[in-house]
Protein backbone atom coordinates (compact mmCIF):
# COMPACT_ATOMS: atom_id res chain seq x y z
CA UNK A 1 0.00 0.00 0.00
CA UNK A 2 1.10 3.39 -0.88
CA UNK A 3 1.92 5.80 2.38
CA UNK A 4 2.06 9.57 2.63
CA UNK A 5 3.29 11.35 5.21
CA UNK A 6 3.20 15.52 5.32
CA UNK A 7 5.52 17.60 7.36
CA UNK A 8 6.57 21.37 8.03
CA UNK A 9 3.06 22.50 8.97
CA UNK A 10 3.34 24.84 12.47
CA UNK A 11 2.25 28.55 13.28
CA UNK A 12 3.35 31.46 11.77
CA UNK A 13 2.34 35.28 11.31
CA UNK A 14 0.61 36.68 8.77
CA UNK A 15 3.47 37.44 5.88
CA UNK A 16 5.78 34.57 7.03
CA UNK A 17 6.47 31.73 4.90
CA UNK A 18 6.28 28.04 5.72
CA UNK A 19 7.16 24.54 3.67
CA UNK A 20 5.80 21.66 3.85
CA UNK A 21 7.25 18.22 2.28
CA UNK A 22 5.18 15.34 1.43
CA UNK A 23 7.36 11.79 1.66
CA UNK A 24 5.88 8.67 -0.37
CA UNK A 25 6.49 5.10 0.17
CA UNK A 26 5.29 3.79 -3.05
CA UNK A 27 7.51 2.74 -5.92
CA UNK A 28 8.42 5.77 -7.88
CA UNK A 29 6.60 4.27 -10.87
CA UNK A 30 3.12 3.68 -8.92
CA UNK A 31 2.95 7.59 -8.83
CA UNK A 32 1.88 10.04 -11.24
CA UNK A 33 0.50 13.44 -10.61
CA UNK A 34 0.57 14.82 -6.67
CA UNK A 35 -1.11 17.78 -5.23
CA UNK A 36 -2.15 19.53 -1.85
CA UNK A 37 -5.49 20.13 -0.62
CA UNK A 38 -6.53 22.08 2.57
CA UNK A 39 -9.31 22.24 4.99
CA UNK A 40 -10.26 24.91 7.28
CA UNK A 41 -12.93 24.83 10.06
CA UNK A 42 -16.31 24.56 9.15
CA UNK A 43 -15.28 24.48 5.75
CA UNK A 44 -15.13 22.04 2.67
CA UNK A 45 -11.99 20.40 1.21
CA UNK A 46 -10.56 22.62 -1.24
CA UNK A 47 -7.69 22.36 -3.78
CA UNK A 48 -4.20 24.07 -4.00
CA UNK A 49 -1.80 23.12 -6.28
CA UNK A 50 -1.04 20.05 -8.21
CA UNK A 51 2.42 19.24 -10.05
CA UNK A 52 2.70 16.33 -13.11
CA UNK A 53 5.28 13.38 -13.25
CA UNK A 54 7.06 15.52 -15.30
CA UNK A 55 7.18 18.98 -13.63
CA UNK A 56 3.58 20.59 -14.91
CA UNK A 57 2.01 22.37 -12.75
CA UNK A 58 -1.42 24.25 -11.58
CA UNK A 59 -2.48 26.31 -8.70
CA UNK A 60 -5.68 27.12 -7.28
CA UNK A 61 -6.40 31.04 -7.82
CA UNK A 62 -6.12 32.07 -4.52
CA UNK A 63 -2.22 30.96 -3.64
CA UNK A 64 -1.04 30.99 -7.38
CA UNK A 65 1.48 33.56 -6.64
CA UNK A 66 2.28 33.02 -3.33
CA UNK A 67 2.62 29.26 -3.40
CA UNK A 68 5.06 27.19 -5.34
CA UNK A 69 5.13 23.23 -5.82
CA UNK A 70 7.57 20.92 -6.42
CA UNK A 71 8.83 17.51 -6.77
CA UNK A 72 11.59 15.40 -6.52
CA UNK A 73 11.02 11.83 -8.15
CA UNK A 74 14.33 10.18 -7.08
CA UNK A 75 13.33 10.91 -3.40
CA UNK A 76 9.97 10.66 -3.94
CA UNK A 77 8.99 13.55 -2.03
CA UNK A 78 6.64 16.71 -2.92
CA UNK A 79 6.89 19.92 -1.35
CA UNK A 80 4.67 23.02 -1.14
CA UNK A 81 6.71 26.33 -0.30
CA UNK A 82 4.23 29.24 1.23
CA UNK A 83 4.87 32.65 1.21
CA UNK A 84 3.07 35.66 2.27
CA UNK A 85 0.71 33.47 3.67
CA UNK A 86 -2.68 34.77 5.24
CA UNK A 87 -4.64 33.91 8.18
CA UNK A 88 -7.39 32.64 5.46
CA UNK A 89 -4.33 30.48 4.80
CA UNK A 90 -4.68 27.89 8.30
CA UNK A 91 -6.08 25.01 7.63
CA UNK A 92 -5.40 21.80 7.70
CA UNK A 93 -3.07 20.46 4.52
CA UNK A 94 -3.29 17.43 2.93
CA UNK A 95 -0.94 15.55 0.55
CA UNK A 96 -2.34 13.48 -2.17
CA UNK A 97 -1.24 11.49 -5.14
CA UNK A 98 -2.62 9.79 -7.81
CA UNK A 99 -1.90 6.96 -10.61
CA UNK A 100 -2.86 9.56 -13.21
CA UNK A 101 -2.41 13.30 -13.98
CA UNK A 102 -2.98 16.85 -12.57
CA UNK A 103 -7.12 16.00 -14.05
CA UNK A 104 -6.94 12.98 -11.87
CA UNK A 105 -5.37 13.63 -8.75
CA UNK A 106 -7.68 16.94 -8.63
CA UNK A 107 -10.30 15.29 -8.57
CA UNK A 108 -10.59 11.98 -6.89
CA UNK A 109 -6.88 11.46 -5.84
CA UNK A 110 -5.73 7.38 -5.09
CA UNK A 111 -4.17 8.06 -1.84
CA UNK A 112 -3.94 10.49 0.77
CA UNK A 113 -1.83 11.86 3.52
CA UNK A 114 -3.23 12.12 7.34
CA UNK A 115 -2.83 16.16 7.16
CA UNK A 116 -0.26 18.57 9.19
CA UNK A 117 -1.47 21.74 10.75
CA UNK A 118 -0.83 25.09 9.40
CA UNK A 119 -2.05 28.23 11.50
CA UNK A 120 -0.93 31.70 10.54
CA UNK A 121 -1.90 34.50 12.73
CA UNK A 122 -3.15 38.00 12.25
Known amino acids: QVQLVESGGGLVQAGGSLRLSCASS????????MGWFRQAPGKEREFVAA???????YYADSVRDRFAISRDNAKKTMTLQMNSLKPEDTAVYYC????????????????WGQGTQVTVSS
Open 51 to 57: ISWGGGK
Open 26 to 33: APTFSIGA
Open 96 to 111: AAASGGIGTVRTSPDY
